[in-house]
């Protein structure tokens, strides 16, 4: 089949969103060249094969695409299949609510409640590849102890014996059912970590699994083996039903045996895959990780970091790991490419962990040391997110004034609880965004720009302090009464610098 094309003339003002979530720190694209292709680029985060813009116009395609942003044109290139090129009169808003509807309709669920109304606990960064009952136990324990409310809390990688051996170690989780009847007793939900590959080298399994057919084969019919972060892997075909089957029973024995609740799909990137791969189904590499996305609609516990063409589904998506930093590979990403989720149809969204859960900040590194204040203005960037995640444990790196920052942030979480799970329900219903830009609320206002503030549904203007050592900020006032968390009544439209000391997120209700 021939390649397709199609151009398209930048109108005045025109602002385009959509393609790869890491790209959200770009957007809105509009101003600067911008290229990226979803054929062999969409990976480490949510892609999906959509570009929508605040002039009433979008794309859409069921395959991945190539685009290019250049010299006020909008070029797009497909292998296969077609283009849907819609134009018409209308908001950022209605242009992605006709989008989602005729292209990624809402399912009408949600995933659990609560991870919208308390916060999580991930112990990837706190205790690395070495979890244990023990110090799983210790760390909620010590939520509670300092104050933080209990909620969801994940065994992160190397709970398990082997990769595809999904099994409690027994030398570090010697009970995990008295483990989770107590985790279960303190308040929490538990989750585990858990991914695609299978490790060759655990002998039985991986002669099991090959026999049956149920592992990825490369272009000469071999058991595919693949490098990840984790060395090498054989990789699950997600596009078998057996396979798929001897899966979730793998993970539904656990729920009955131990009380597990639910599971982090980590991996299933679509780099991991290749266009030569023979599997059940034939799909592209993007089409794979699509298959992966499918299985946690099984369970309503359930976290996933890549995902393709999966909007509008009750699935948890958390941004990429962010760095320990100030800046664009840390907490300057959070809200942009929160926002770039929204707009990409993944509404229930999770920014990364709170101060950053990339592993190589902190994994044998001697020089590592942790900025207090950073850590405080991750946890308050985060509460007002439909959901907020805790690894490295504030009581631990933290002196009482900022222990009692983030716990406040926490609580604040809390509070909103409700108010953020009827947005949920609200998604799951319409597709909208949860947390939502300002040019989508307010659309006559010239905000496509502004990506340091966001709106909570249509009434809750949030404004995070994202630089080191500020204690103010300026926000942009859309038109109303805005009533501030400090009792201060600002009236928009309008720029106004407001007071934001270290225990401060500012947020205003509009009136």
Not at 240 to 265: C, P, T
Not at 465 to 475: D, N, W, Y
Request: hydrophobic share 40%; with cysteine; net charge negative.
């Amino acid at each position: 089949m021939a390649k397709k094309k199609l151009e398209i003339e930048r109108s005045p003002g025109e602002f385009w969103w959509g393609g790869n979530i890491d790209d959200g720190i770009h957007m809105p694209l509009g101003e600067l060249d911008h290229a990226r292709d979803l054929i062999s680029e969409a990976r480490n985060n949510q892609a999906v094969p959509l570009l929508l813009s605040n002039k009433g116009r979008y794309i859409w395609s069921e395959e991945p695409f190539r685009f290019e942003l250049a010299e006020g044109r909008l070029t797009l290139e497909i292998e296969s299949g077609d283009f849907v090129y819609r134009e018409r009169n209308g908001s950022l808003r209605e242009t992605f609510r006709t989008a989602a509807e005729s292209h990624f309709p809402a399912s009408g669920s949600i995933p659990e409640e609560l991870f919208f109304t308390m916060p999580q606990y991930n112990l990837w960064i706190e205790l690395q590849y070495n979890p244990t009952q023990e110090k799983t136990l210790a760390y909620a324990e010590g939520v509670l102890a300092h104050g933080l409310p209990p909620g969801v809390i994940m065994i992160d990688d190397n709970w398990m014996e082997d990769y595809g051996v999904w099994k409690f170690r027994a030398d570090r989780f010697p009970d995990p059912k008295a483990m989770t009847d107590r985790l279960h007793e303190l308040g929490f939900k538990v989750m585990l970590w858990t991914c695609p590959f299978i490790s060759p080298d655990n002998a039985a399994n991986f002669r099991y699994l090959e026999r049956e057919g149920f592992l990825l084969r490369d272009e000469n019919g071999e058991t595919a083996i693949r490098r990840w972060w984790n060395g090498y892997s054989a990789v699950l075909d997600c596009t078998n039903a057996a396979a798929v089957a001897w899966y979730e029973n793998e993970l539904k024995r656990l729920m009955d045996d131990f009380g597990i609740d639910g599971y982090k799909f980590d991996a299933g990137d679509p780099q991991f895959y290749r266009m030569s791969d023979k599997s059940a189904k034939s799909a592209h590499p993007n089409g794979h990780c699509e298959s992966w996305a499918k299985i946690g609609l099984n369970f309503p516990l359930n976290e996933y970091r890549a995902c393709w063409k999966s909007a509008g589904q009750p699935l948890v998506q958390r941004l990429a790991d962010k760095n320990h930093s100030w800046h664009r590979d840390g907490l300057a990403s959070l809200i942009p490419n929160g926002l770039a989720q929204g707009l990409a149809g993944y509404a229930f969204t999770c920014p990364d962990m709170i101060g950053g859960g990339q592993i190589g900040d902190v994994e044998n590194n001697p020089d590592f040391k942790l900025d207090q204040e950073l850590f405080v203005r991750y946890a308050q960037c985060s509460a007002l997110f439909p959901m907020m995640q805790f690894s490295t444990a504030p009581w631990r790196v933290l002196d009482s004034e900022h222990l009692s920052c983030c716990v406040e942030a926490a609580k604040l979480h809390e509070a909103f609880g409700p108010a953020i799970l009827a947005l949920a329900h609200h998604a799951a219903v319409t597709g909208e965004p949860i947390i939502r830009h300002l040019a989508y609320v307010f659309p006559e206002g010239g905000y496509e720009r502004i990506q340091d503030q966001f709106m909570l549904g249509d009434q809750i203007l949030v404004a995070p302090v994202l630089e080191k050592g500020a204690r103010s900020r300026t926000i942009a006032f859309p038109p109303g009464s805005w009533q501030g968390d400090d009792g201060n009544i600002i009236t928009g439209p309008c720029q106004q610098p407001v007071d934001a000391p270290l225990s401060r997120l500012p947020w205003y209700r509009l009136m």
